[in-house]
Each structure stands twice: as C-alpha cells, then as structure tokens.
C-alpha cells in the first residue's frame, strides 16, 4: 500500500495566490500526485519543510518461510504407517504356517489374506479418522491413530494362531489413519503461503513414505527369530517362544515414540472458525462428493494407485523371469540394485524438479506430462526384454546402456502420485472438510492396494505362461491400455482457481440473501 505525503506549504508573497485544488486520497489504481509550481523551465519546490518524495515500488508482502521443522516432524510420523505394513512381509509365511500348521499349498493364500486386511480395514476407516480431524482438531487425532496402530502392531508379535494374527491385522488397519490426518495437516501448514511449498512439502511426504516403505521389510527381516540369529542373547527366552516379538516391539516402540514427539512439538492446524463448523454440519459426505470437480479428481486418484500398484506388483517378477519367457532373467542382487537406482532417481524428481516444474505448470500440467509419458513408460519395459531375447551381443549392450537410464527417467512418472495429492486438496469445497476429503481418496488408495498386487501378479503369471499369446508380453497390452485411460482422464481434471472463485461467488451471494 502506498503511504500518504503531507506536506504544508506557506506562500511568502504578500499577493495572495490562487489555492491549489485539494488533493484526492490516492488509491490502489490512482499513484499519489503532487502538484508542483514551476518557474521557467526549472521545478522550484515553495518555500517551507521540504517534501519528502518516496519513489521506491510498493512494497509486497513478504513470503512466509517454508514450515520446515513441522512438514520434518510429520514426515515423521508418516514414516510409520507403511514401516509397519510392510514389516511383516519377510516372515508372514513362515508364520502363518508355524501358527496354524498349513501345509504348503494354503501357505500363499492365507499370507496374502493377512497383509491384504490391514489396507481393506484402513478403507473401511478412513472417512470416520477424517471426519474426526475436522470435528476433534488434527494432532489429537494423530496421536490416537498412532498410539492405536503402535499397539496393535506390538500385539501381532506374540499371535500364536491365525485367528490371533488376523484380528491384531485387522486392528491395525483400524487405527492406521495417520496417513489421513498428515496429508490435511501439510496442506494446511503450506495451504496460506504462496509459492511451491505444498509442491515441495508433499514431495518430502512422498520421500518419508518410501523410506518407510524400505524400511519395513528390513527390519521385519533383521529382527525376525532373534533366537536364531542372536543365541547368545536370545535363546531360551522369551523371543524363542515368540520368534516374531523383537521386530513387533522394535516398531511398536517407535511408534509410541513418534507420538510423544507429535504431541508435545507438532502445531495445531485445524481452524476452529463458527462459520466453518456451520458448513461441517451442513455438508454431508455424499455432498462433498457431489461438489463440483471432487468426482473426477477421486476417480483421477483412484486410476492413478492402481497403475502404480499394478506396476509395482509386476516390476521384480517381471526383472526375474528368464529372458526366453519375456523378461530381463536379473539376479536378485541386480534387481536390488536397479531397485535402488530408481528409487534415488525418483528422490531427485521429487526434491529438486517436482516443486519447479508444479510452480511453472500447475498442478494438472504435471498431471498431463505424466498421463501421456504413462503408455511409453509401460510400452518401453516388454521393448528392452525384446532385445535380450534376441540374444545378439549388439542388442544386449544396447540394453545395458539403455535400460538403466530409461528406468531413472521413466521414474519421473512417480510425480503423478505427488501431483494427485495437490489436486485433492485444491478441490476441497469448504477448507474444513479437507480431512473428510482426504479420508475418502486415501479410502479409495487402501481398496486399490488392498486387491491389485495380487490381482496383477497372478495376471503376470498368466500371461507369461501364455507364451502364444503376445510371446508372453499380453500383460504389457493390458497395462498400456490402463495407462492411455488416465492419458484421457487427466484432460479433465478441473481448472481450480475457476472452482475457487464460483465458490466465493456463491458464498456472496448466500451471504447477501441472508442480510436481506
């Protein structure tokens, strides 16, 4: 806002002057204008306190600071969610058939039926652990929902039966909906400031998420049958008699850990205005729904997990299988290691060009790149197989050379994950309902992943057996086509600053009929 000049001018001639015409308050589109008398060709400044004149710009607000140390601690506390998923996965056969006697042929199918409970509870779940964060505040729902998950998951540890490994399973999932409530904090830490902070704050979440989804697994399998591993300090005790407990423990224990530190340091982001509590009570789930632009965008999210579950649950049988039937015949070593190439590469997408390339494109321009970089990606994998199964010595070096570099690059498809996230929260009808809104897409999230690993791995295993269809690649045709559906999907994402603006026009207009 531009200050205002005032100067008193006192005339040192005994002729009395014509007075000035009286100056006009300035506004935001008329600058502030002094009128200055003049004497030939020279300004001359009357006599009296010499005005001072400000040329400088007006000045803009500052930026806030990006919040830092809070997105850090939920960050934080994200990590456990997907620690505690995936931290059963070393051992759950071997579990699963010592506590109920299985034979080896039921082993897959009740391994499956337990990890697959833990996402189709979250679903069931997840719109009361939204509906609560905008009822009860944020934190204190945060610190439920992990002390709740940290339990149960301690509890899994000393199941002795399959029914006792299904219900400690199923109250995971229950209490597993921190992910809900992290996601609506973030936003609202960066939703006031202006510039790429959720761009960069949902970046890190996305980095805390797979650090946790590499985590799981390794300390599940480090700490699994202490006894055996460690006898010295394990055996004859409590963890021979339950072989499973140390590593349940271990992360239960972080779990408590990481609520402490969220309760005592992590802020309060819900707003707890009337006006705003008015509009909760008004607006049902179904409504919210039904708003403009938040149908396509949870169709949009739900397309979106699916590829990547699907592709995630392809990729290493995929790198496995041998070269005559459709794969790249890669050694476990080199699967870790090509595992762990794209998962840095897909850091450096999110850290450093995500934020960017959301700043310069809008969240539906990162949408769109990825949606038709998508049907390449997918195309490209079955293409490099082809060229070992050709078994010329030329080709093979041209996968080597190739291969690694196109799975780095196709890893930037990883932004849509990201980019979905955004778009959820930008379609949020009313900013207190944002929890509830992200409670249904993460709803969606844990129904896409509690179902499509298993459905597209057995899918691969079709499709290679079927070596007369496609030589074994009819998987790839399938994928190809998924992809080109969320191609078309993306053109209609909302545009939503249009939806912003419909909404404060609505809300005048309410507001108006109500004073009349």
Known sequence: MRSLLSSTYSSSSSQQQPSPPPLQ???????????????????????????????????????????????LLLCLARLLEPIAFFSIFPYINKMAQENGALPDTDVGFYSGLIE???????MF???????????????????ASIVGVSLATMLFGTAKTITEMIVYRCAAGVFAGNVVTIRTMIAEQCGQRSGNHQAKAFGWFSIANNMGISLGPLMGGMLAEPAGTWPGFFEGGLMERYPYLLSSLVIGGMGLGCAGVVGVWVEETLDRGTEGK?????????????????GIVLVVNGWVMLLAY??????????????????????????SW???????????????????????????GVMRVCAKAYPFFFGLGPVFSMLLR??????????????????????????????????????????????????????????????SPALFASLYALSVKAQWLLHGYSIW????????VFTVLSLWLPDYEQLKKEREARAEGESERLLA
């Open 477 to 484: 045709v399938l994928m190809v086509a998924m992809a080109l």
């Open 25 to 71: 308050p300035p506004t935001e589109q008329t600058p502030l204008l002094l009128p200055l008398p003049t004497t030939g060709g020279n300004a001359a400044l009357p006599p009296g306190p010499s005005p001072t004149i400000n040329n400088d710009p007006p000045e803009e607000e500052s930026e806030p600071p990006f919040p830092a140390s809070q997105i």
């Open 390 to 451: 050709t078994g010329r010595p030329e080709f093979v070096r041209v996968f080597w050379v190739c291969a690694p570099v196109f799975f780095c690059l196709g890893s930037g498809v990883s932004m849509s994950f990201t980019a979905i996230q955004l778009a959820v929260n930008d379609v949020a009808p009313v900013a207190r309902m944002l929890g509830t809104l992200v409670s249904i897409s993460q709803a969606v999230v844990s129904g896409t992943r509690s179902f």
């Open 116 to 122: 697959s409970l833990f996402s189709l509870t979250q």
């Open 338 to 364: 090509l595992m762990g190439l794209t998962g840095l590469s897909q850091a450096v997408w999110m850290l450093a060009i995500f934020p960017r390339l959301q700043a310069r494109i809008g969240t539906n």
């Open 125 to 143: 779940v997840m719109i009361f652990w939204g509906r609560a964060s905008d009822s009860f505040g944020r934190k204190p729902v945060l610190v």
């Open 310 to 335: 699907s592709y995630t649950a392809i990729l290493p049988v995929f790198w496995f299988t041998k070269v005559e039937l459709g794969g790249f015949g890669f050694s476990p070593v080199q699967i």
């Open 278 to 294: 008015r509009e909760v009570e008004r607006m049902t789930v179904g409504q919210l729904v039904r708003s403009p632009g938040v």
